[in-house]
């Protein structure tokens, strides 16, 4: 699979938790390298990639950290969108 | 100027281009050292080299400023090399012997005390407090400097059986480092949160907020699209505040402190030990906390009356046991001594053997 | 700028002990934040409560940690702290520092933050104290671009510290200024990208005096010890008499395996029964060193009482040699975090999770055997578990004892 489809599952997984369930790291990698039978590393490679460019973003809260996707205020901040 | 490209996952400077080359030549090397006084050790090597370190009282809370001034004394006297302790005090190290007082006059006159090597008193582990932490029940750095103000003596010159390790930290998260101290002073809500239900809908997350809770305190209140807490359970973190801004919990007059007595991390003689509850309440009293600071200062004075050479604080207690140790001390015994939680059944005595 | 009356924190530049009020203040003088910090102060001085929120998501790109989030209440009345966040840079391996690099890391915090710094947090961490979240990744293109990287916070492994151990101790059992930075470099992406279900500290110290108190706050303890015998000076055993310390009173007598012995003339030590304390070696620091086969106390779970109770460190591993490249201790370390990320619910710490899953669970993870070492005392209870294993190992046992005609209990 190409990265950039890989990363579009990815995202679409997020989009599906959003709200629902604070994801970690790891439920990611899990998840998506189940539901598409991949390595753990190809999938974790692929999400660090989106959160390098702020597609995706580490977040925190109750003293743990979950990966979202990203309000419209941090791309802000980080300027990826004017 | 250009921002420099930034890099990721370098991880810290190495520590050896930091090390003086006295410390890098006798480095795994050292023989003994012997404390001279309590500002001042010296470190010798199986080579016979010397290296002399002088402490440093620091508030730990430190502006540019005074950095550069440390800066500047390392320049003068240790070709720019210094560190810092774990409880954050400042040292200078020179291998010249004939450098050393030069430095001390300097400190001297610079104002900068120095002290807190062996037997001593040394600075206070703390936490952010009012300075810096949403959680605060009081300020620790505030607390520190009273505390220390009136335990000076200790700290530059009078000697005590022991190291009397002190600790603050400013609620009961104890972000700070205490709860093995020889005496620790932990900040405490003692009120059940209040929740403005009407700001609730909009500012919080349920499910977040009932997660919150360490005890289970927290269970949804349908009828005011809130949630409700159970008195009986709650133990007043303040963590569903943490969450959830319009549930409060501070509370100016009832925020207050506790004192607990006792630990201590090393293995010396005994194994480590938590430090215990004696004082369950003192009322927040800034800017100088007058009744903490008299109690720290009474009971480190009983210690030091009556412990034997090399006891620490928990030691000593262990010989004569708590009950003379509120004897001695004058403490009022309460409930809140008697462990009511996880500790009961290792805590309550199961003999008829104790003192009167 | 604008000038604040403080009359209650002034009372805290009295007295002899330094003053961070004056630090404050010293920064405020040039910095419109600090400023603002010290009006803030002196308000909650006024009222004994607090005005700060617990953080936002803040940080620097790609990384899920370094920095923490911290906003005023109060950001109308005191703009330069409406937002007043940390930023933990990772502190040097035994805070030993140089003038010169010193001086850069506050030239870079005067351009962009308060001025204000705790040196050190209770982490470990170098932490800056206050700024704005527009200025976050210049700070760290600043700060990288020189040689210096974020700390850790959140659901990852916290900055890793150590005693300064060698450098100035004769009594380091291993060099834990090396295996700090070691672990450090080793573990980057654990650090910087939270991936654990919490938090995870680890902290060295070089003997069992534990002067970083690892014993108390770290989910995983490496404390130094040694095998083989307490080297003994005797001549300046005699000095130390001759200086009038009472030997029997204060080092046999206070031995808490009495497994010493002073005739008046030598010190005699039956090491095999020292639990190596340190109490008679710190007190006799010219007569007494450790013994040279040196190596390290791996302990496990201790972390603060929210909110079952607190834990100290556990015995896991009573001797491990430290040596360089540390791979025998990486792998360790590979093996307790595999363990916990099949175990852990979210937020709970290493210690929790053994407590819930069983020592036993734990130990077979790792692949440690049960030895006494591990334990203060044996279990009180019969209520216990047989595997099938168990059960086949001790009918073999005795089956073996059938043929060989003696009892191996
Ligand atoms: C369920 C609720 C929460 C609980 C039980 C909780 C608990 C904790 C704990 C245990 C820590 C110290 C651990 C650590 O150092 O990471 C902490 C720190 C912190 N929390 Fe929370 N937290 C909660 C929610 C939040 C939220 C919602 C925010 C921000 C939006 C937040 C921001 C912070 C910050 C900035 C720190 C200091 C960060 C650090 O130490 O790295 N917390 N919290
Ligand atoms: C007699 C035994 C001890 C000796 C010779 C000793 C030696 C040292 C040395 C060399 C340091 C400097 C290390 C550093 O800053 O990283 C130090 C610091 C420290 N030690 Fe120990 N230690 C002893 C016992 C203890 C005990 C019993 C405790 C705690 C219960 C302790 C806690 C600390 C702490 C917290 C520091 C930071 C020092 C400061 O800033 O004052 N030490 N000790
Ligand atoms: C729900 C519980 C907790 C909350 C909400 C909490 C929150 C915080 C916050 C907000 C800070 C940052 C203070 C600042 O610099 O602005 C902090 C710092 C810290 N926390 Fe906690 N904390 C919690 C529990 C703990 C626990 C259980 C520990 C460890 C046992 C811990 C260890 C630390 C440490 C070491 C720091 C750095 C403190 C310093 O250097 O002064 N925290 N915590
Ligand atoms: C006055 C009461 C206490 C205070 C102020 C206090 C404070 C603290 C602080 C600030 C830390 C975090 C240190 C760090 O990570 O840098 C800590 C950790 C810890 N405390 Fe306490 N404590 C207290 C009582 C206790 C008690 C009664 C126990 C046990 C019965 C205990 C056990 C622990 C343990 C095991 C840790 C490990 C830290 C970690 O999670 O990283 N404490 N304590
Ligand atoms: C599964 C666990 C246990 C069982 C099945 C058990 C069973 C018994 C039995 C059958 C007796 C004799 C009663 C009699 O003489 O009428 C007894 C006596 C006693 N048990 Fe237990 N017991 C258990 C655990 C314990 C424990 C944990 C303790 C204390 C820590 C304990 C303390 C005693 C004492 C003090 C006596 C009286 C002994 C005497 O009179 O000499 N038992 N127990
Ligand atoms: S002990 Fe409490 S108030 Fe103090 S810094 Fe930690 S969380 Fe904040
Ligand atoms: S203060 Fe703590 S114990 Fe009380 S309800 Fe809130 S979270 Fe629960
Ligand atoms: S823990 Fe031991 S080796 Fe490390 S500085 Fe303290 S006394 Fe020395
Ligand atoms: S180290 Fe402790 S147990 Fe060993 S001989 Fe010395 S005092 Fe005794």
């Known amino acids: 699979m190409e990265t950039a489809e890989l990363q579009d599952k990815i995202f ?8 629902k369930k604070k994801l970690k790291e790891k439920d990611i990698i899990k998840g998506v390298s189940a539901e598409l039978s991949l390595e753990a590393d190809v999938v974790k490679k692929a999400m660090r990639g989106m959160i390098d460019v702020g597609r995706l973003m580490y977040s925190y809260g109750g003293g743990a950290s979950s990966v979202e996707i990203p309000s419209e205020e941090y791309l802000r901040e980080k300027g990826m969108i004017p | 100027m250009a921002i420099p490209q930034r890099k990721t ?10 090390l003086p080359p006295a410390i890098k030549k006798n480095y795994g090397k050292w023989k003994y050292h012997e404390v001279i006084t309590p500002g001042t050790m010296v470190h010798v090597g199986e080579s016979g080299d010397k290296l002399w370190t002088v402490r440093v009282a620091s508030p730990r809370l430190l502006s540019t400023a005074t950095i550069r001034e440390h800066c500047d004394i390392a320049e003068k006297f240790c070709d720019g090399f210094f560190r810092y302790t774990t409880r954050n005090n400042v040292e200078f190290m020179v291998a010249d012997e004939s450098k050393l007082e030069p430095l001390k006059k300097e400190l001297t006159d610079r104002g900068f005390k120095m002290g807190g090597i062996g037997n001593a008193i040394s600075n206070v582990v703390h936490t952010q407090g009012w300075v810096h932490c949403h959680s605060a029940c009081t300020d620790a750095s505030g607390l520190v400097k009273a505390m220390m103000d009136e335990l000076m003596p200790y700290f530059e010159s009078k000697p005590l059986p022991n190291k009397v390790r002190l600790a603050v930290a400013c609620c009961v998260n104890m972000c700070g480092a205490v709860h093995c101290s020889d005496i620790a002073v932990v900040a405490v809500h003692t009120k059940v949160p209040e929740i403005k239900h009407e700001l609730f809908k909009n500012m919080c997350e349920l499910p977040t907020v009932i997660g919150s809770c360490p005890t289970r ?46 630990g201590k991390v090393n293995s010396l003689r005994s194994n480590p030990k938590f430090s215990k509850l004696v004082i369950p309440y003192i009322s927040n009293e800034p800017p100088r906390w007058p009744k903490a600071v008299a109690a720290i200062k009474h009971i480190v004075d009983v210690y030091a009356a009556n412990a034997r050479k090399h006891e620490r604080v928990g030691e000593w207690i262990d010989r004569i046991g708590w009950e003379r140790f509120f004897s001695l001390t004058g403490i009022d015994f309460t409930f809140q001594s008697i462990d009511d939680f996880t500790f009961m059944r290792d805590t309550m005595r199961t003999a008829s053997t104790f003192k009167w | 700028m604008k000038k604040y009356s403080t009359p209650l924190i002034d009372e805290l530049e009295k007295g002899p002990w330094p003053s961070f009020v004056t630090e404050m203040k010293k920064a405020a003088k040039t910095n419109e934040m600090s400023n603002d910090a010290v009006g803030h102060l002196e308000k909650c001085y006024a009222t004994k409560v607090g005005y700060w929120k617990h953080g936002g998501i803040v940080g620097v790109l790609g990384y899920g940690g370094g920095v923490i989030g911290r906003y005023s209440e109060l950001g109308d009345e005191f703009p330069g702290v409406a937002h007043f966040h940390t930023v933990r840079i990772n502190q040097p391996s035994g805070f030993y520092y140089t003038s010169a690099a010193m001086k850069e890391i506050c030239d870079i915090w005067d351009k962009y933050g308060s001025g204000l ?4 947090g209770s982490t470990g961490d170098l932490v800056l104290l206050g700024t704005k979240t527009d200025a976050l990744e210049n700070i760290f293109a600043e700060y990288s671009s020189r040689g210096w990287d974020l700390g850790g916070s959140g659901s990852a492994l916290r900055t890793p510290s150590c005693c300064l151990g060698p450098s100035r101790c004769e009594w380091s059992n291993y060099d834990t200024l090396d ?28 003997c069992a005096c534990d002067c970083v108190a690892s014993i108390a706050r770290a ?12 080297r003994i000076d005797q001549a300046e055993v005699a000095n130390y008499a001759k200086k009038g310390m009472d030997i029997n009173a204060e080092i046999i007598g206070m031995c808490p395996t009495q497994c010493m012995s002073y005739d008046g003339k030598e010190i005699k030590i039956n ?11 710190t007190k006799m620091t010219k007569a007494l060193r450790p013994g040279t086969e040196r190596g390290a106390t791996i302990c496990i779970g201790s972390k603060a009482p929210i909110v079952v109770g607190s834990l100290l460190s556990w015995v896991i591993v009573p001797f491990i ?40 669970s734990f130990l077979e993870g790792i692949g440690q055997e049960p030895i006494p070492q591990q334990i203060k005392e044996p279990r009180k209870d019969p209520f216990m578990f047989y595997t099938e294993e168990d059960m086949v190992g001790f009918k073999a046992k005795e089956a073996e004892e059938k043929k060989t005609g003696k009892y191996k209990f």
Not at chain 3, 221 to 230: A, C, E
Not at chain 3, 329 to 347: H, Q
């Open chain 1, 12 to 19: 679409a997984f997020c989009e599906a938790a959003k709200g």
């Open chain 2, 9 to 18: 996952d370098i991880g810290p400077p190495k520590y050896d281009q930091f």
């Open chain 2, 217 to 262: 305190a927290i269970s949804p209140d349908p009828a005011n699209k809130s949630v409700k807490i159970n008195a009986e359970k709650c133990m007043y973190c303040g963590n569903c505040f943490t969450v959830c801004p319009p549930i409060s919990i501070k509370d100016a007059d009832r925020d207050g402190v506790a004192i607990l007595v006792g």
């Open chain 3, 117 to 120: 710094t705790n040196v050190h």
């Open chain 3, 179 to 206: 295996l700090c930075y070691a672990l450090t470099q080793e573990f980057q992406d654990e650090i910087h990208r939270p991936m654990f279900s919490y938090k995870f500290k680890i902290k060295m110290s070089g």
């Open chain 3, 219 to 230: 989910d995983m303890s490496i404390i130094g010890t040694w095998k083989g015998d307490i």
């Open chain 3, 271 to 281: 090491n095999a029964e020292c639990n190596r304390c340190m109490h008679c070696i």
């Open chain 3, 321 to 360: 040699k430290v040596e360089e490249p540390y791979t025998e201790v990486k792998d360790l370390i590979r093996k307790i975090w595999e363990w916990w990320d099949d175990n852990a619910k979210p937020r709970e710490r290493i210690g929790e999770v053994i407590e819930m899953k069983g020592m036993r």
